[in-house]
C-alpha cells in the first residue's frame, strides 16, 4: 500500500513530536517533515511537497492561514488541514479562504487525526463535528435581496475591509473618526445579517 507523506507546521513541541510519532509508525503514512514555524515550511516544502500538510494557524512569525496561501500557489496538488485550538467563525473562514480543504482541532484522537489525513488524502474535507456545523449554519441562512440596499460609502467602506484596513486607517481614508466607521460597520453587518468582517466579506463577495 502506497504511504500517504505527511508534513507537520506546529511550534508546539509535545505536540508536533507526538503527530510525528503517531504518522510515523502507523502504517500508510510517512512524515516527510515537522516545522516549527511557518517560514521553514515555506523553505523546506516546495523542493519536498507532502500530500498533506497539517498547519497549525497561531505560530510564530507568518500566521498558518498566510503560510497555507503562499503554498498553495506553489503546491496545487498538496492538501492542507488547518490542526488547531480556534473554533470561531473569523478563523474558520480565514482558513477556509486560504485554500485549507479540512479543520480539525488539536482536542481530536489520534486515530481521528489519521482518518481526516486519510479522508483529506482521497478527496473529502474533514472538519471536527462544531467546525462543519458552523459552515453548514452559515450558508444555511436566509438570502436577503441581492444589492442588500448598501450605500455607495457602505460599498466602499466594504471594499477597504477587504483589503484588511482598520477601523481607524478606515476613517482616516474619510476624514472622520473611527467610531463613525464602527457605527457605519455595525449597520453594514445588520443589512447583510452577519455578525463579523469574514461573513460580511464572504456574502459580498457572493452578491457584488
Keep these: 500500500m502506497k504511504e500517504i507523506s505527511v508534513a507537520i507546521v506546529e511550534d508546539i513541541d509535545q505536540i508536533r513530536e507526538g503527530l510525528k510519532y503517531v504518522i510515523e509508525y502507523t502504517e500508510g503514512f510517512h512524515c516527510i517533515g515537522a516545522f516549527e514555524n511557518g517560514e521553514l515550511a515555506l523553505e523546506s516544502l516546495p523542493e519536498s511537497p507532502a500530500e498533506v500538510v497539517l498547519m497549525d494557524i497561531n505560530l510564530p512569525g507568518i500566521q498558518g492561514t498566510d503560510c497555507v496561501k503562499q503554498l498553495k500557489k506553489q503546491l496545487p496538488g498538496t492538501q492542507f488541514m488547518m490542526f488547531t485550538v480556534f473554533e470561531d467563525d473569523e ?22 487525526v489519521l482518518e481526516a489525513i486519510r479522508e483529506i488524502h482521497q478527496g473529502g474535507s474533514p472538519m471536527t463535528a462544531s467546525i462543519a456545523r458552523k459552515v453548514i449554519q452559515h450558508f444555511q441562512k436566509p438570502k436577503t435581496s441581492e444589492n442588500f440596499s448598501l450605500t455607495p460609502r457602505e460599498t466602499e467602506i466594504l471594499h477597504l475591509l477587504a483589503k484588511g484596513l482598520f477601523y481607524k486607517e478606515i476613517a482616516d481614508t474619510f476624514g472622520t473618526s473611527t467610531g463613525t466607521v464602527r457605527q457605519q460597520i455595525h449597520k453594514i453587518y445588520e443589512k447583510l445579517h452577519v455578525q463579523n468582517r469574514t461573513e460580511a466579506l464572504l456574502k459580498f463577495k457572493g452578491v457584488s
Design 91 to 112: 478563523n474558520v473562514f480565514e482558513a477556509i479562504k486560504s485554500g485549507a480543504s479540512g479543520y480539525i482541532l488539536k482536542s481530536t484522537p489520534s486515530h481521528k
